[in-house]
């Protein structure tokens, strides 16, 4: 399965505008690209994915390469409560219920 | 219902307790997982299961048991283990191929100590 590649930590300021990288340079043509986040003491939480095009939802926006080789998750107005980890991975569209494998994550730190 | 609802959400087990986790859904998904959570890592999947029946195991110790009754619940079954598997196990389910459109809800976890 595809890996991804996240950097360990960001920070943002508050009401600001966040943008979390991930590389995944091995993706197939059949995997879609996912985002999770990880609130302390809870599962993950899905917040968006994508396949080609760049796509937006009430959480967030994904921007995916033309090549498809890395994606950004965007967070337009960074709160508080968007402190957490968070997790791009791949999901082959093409199996039953297969497998993805999860990175290290980026952990997201806001100030006030 | 758009939950996956894990109990119990805490247990302590010594090494030679037999216990058991329980995962259940009510969204119609065909697919879930365990996963295993050790603090400040990513969770690590264990067992997928599609249609009820196992199709992934990624190479777990036999003290994990797994069973899916039906499409709605999940368990794990753990017997003998080591103060090592203390982590949070988290369940998940999800839609299967072909709707690629398919993300996973996860549960909220169990968080295990083994003593």
């Known amino acids: 399965d595809a890996k991804t590649t996240q950097p360990n930590s960001m920070e943002s300021n508050e009401e600001e505008p966040v943008h979390l990288p991930c590389n995944h340079s091995t993706i197939s043509g059949t995997d879609y690209i996912h985002w999770y986040r990880q609130l302390p003491s809870q599962g993950p939480e899905y917040v968006i994915h994508?396949?080609?095009s760049n796509v937006n939802n009430r959480m967030a926006s994904l921007a995916i390469a033309e090549d498809r080789k890395s994606s950004t998750l965007i967070l337009h107005r960074a709160t508080l409560r968007d402190a957490a980890v968070y997790y791009c991975?791949?999901?082959?569209?093409?199996?039953?219920?297969?497998?993805?494998?999860f990175g290290d994550g980026t952990t997201l730190t806001v100030k006030p | 219902d758009t939950e996956v609802t894990q109990t119990p959400k805490h247990l302590v087990m010594g090494m030679t307790n037999k216990k058991s986790l329980k995962c259940e859904q009510h969204?119609?998904?065909?697919?879930m997982y365990w996963y295993k959570q050790k603090a400040k890592k990513p969770p690590e999947l264990m067992f997928v299961y599609s249609y009820e029946k196992l199709s992934i195991n990624e190479s777990v110790p036999s003290r994990f048991s797994p069973e899916c009754p039906n499409s709605s619940l999940l368990n794990l079954h753990l017997h003998a283990l080591q103060p090592e598997d203390s982590a949070l196990y988290l369940c998940?389910?999800?839609?299967?191929?072909?709707?690629?459109?398919?993300?996973?809800?996860f549960g909220s976890g169990t968080r295990l100590t083994v003593v």
């Open positions: 998940a389910s999800s839609q299967t191929h072909p709707q690629g459109n398919y993300g996973y809800t």
């Open positions: 991975i791949l999901r082959d569209y093409n199996t039953n219920a297969g497998k993805s494998t």
């Open positions: 969204m119609g998904h065909r697919a």
């Open positions: 994508g396949l080609t």
